[in-house]
Each structure stands twice: as C-alpha cells, then as structure tokens.
C-alpha cells in the first residue's frame, strides 16, 4: 500500500491548508485512515482519524478547527485545517490501517508532509 499526501505549505497564523493522502488500497480492506503529526523534538501524536464507517475522532488540540473527510471512493483522505495557530507546525503523516485477508490490521504510514504556521 502507498500512501501519497499532499498540501503542506507555509500559511500565516489564523490562516487555512487542505492536505490530501490517496492510498493505493481497495476501499474495502481499509479499516481507518488518518492524520498524525511529529513537531521537533515531540513524539508522534494523533490529530484525526476516520473509521470505514465513518467516525471521526480528533485531538482536543484541533477540534473546532479541523475537519477530517473521505472522498466518495473512500480511498483518499483530506484534512481542512482552518484557524491554524504556531502550535500546529509540524510534519504531518498520512496513516492507513489495513484489513489483511488472514484476519488482522497493518499499518501504512505516507511520506510527511511539512506544515509551517507561522507570520
């Protein structure tokens, strides 16, 4: 599975982007997909997901701001980040869980993608 994101930038605080992440998976193995990010020197963190059946889940950091969605292929995945504020520089990864036929998940990461915030 490859993951292909796209859409990071520098924007000005209060400012907005849209990240995309298509995956070469058949919509009907891919149990979630979302968006993490890695700040310098900060671990990894979750900033949304999107389950098969839709559910979104998003950090308390980004809630109110960010929206997660898929297109209607459910293959790609976007995020608007609206409101966007220093704190959310970061590089940004594009993460796919993956049904396997012999029952299980496995986890696909994509490339990162860098967000800069700032004026």
């Known amino acids: 599975v490859q993951l292909q994101a796209s859409g990071g930038g520098l924007v000005q605080p209060g400012g907005s982007l849209r990240l995309s992440c298509a995956a070469s998976a058949s919509a009907f193995s891919i149990s979630l997909m979302g968006w993490y990010r890695q700040a310098p020197g900060n671990q990894r963190e979750l900033v949304a997901t999107i389950t098969s059946g839709g559910t979104t889940n998003y950090a308390d950091s980004v809630k109110g701001r960010f929206t997660i969605s898929r297109n209607n292929l459910e293959t790609t995945v976007s995020l608007q980040m609206n409101s966007l504020k220093p704190e959310d520089t970061a590089v940004y990864y594009c993460?796919?869980?993956?049904?396997?036929?012999?029952?299980?998940?496995?986890?696909?990461w994509g490339q990162g993608t860098l967000v800069t915030v700032s004026s």
């Open positions: 993460h796919l869980k993956k049904r396997l036929s012999g029952g299980g998940l496995a986890n696909y």
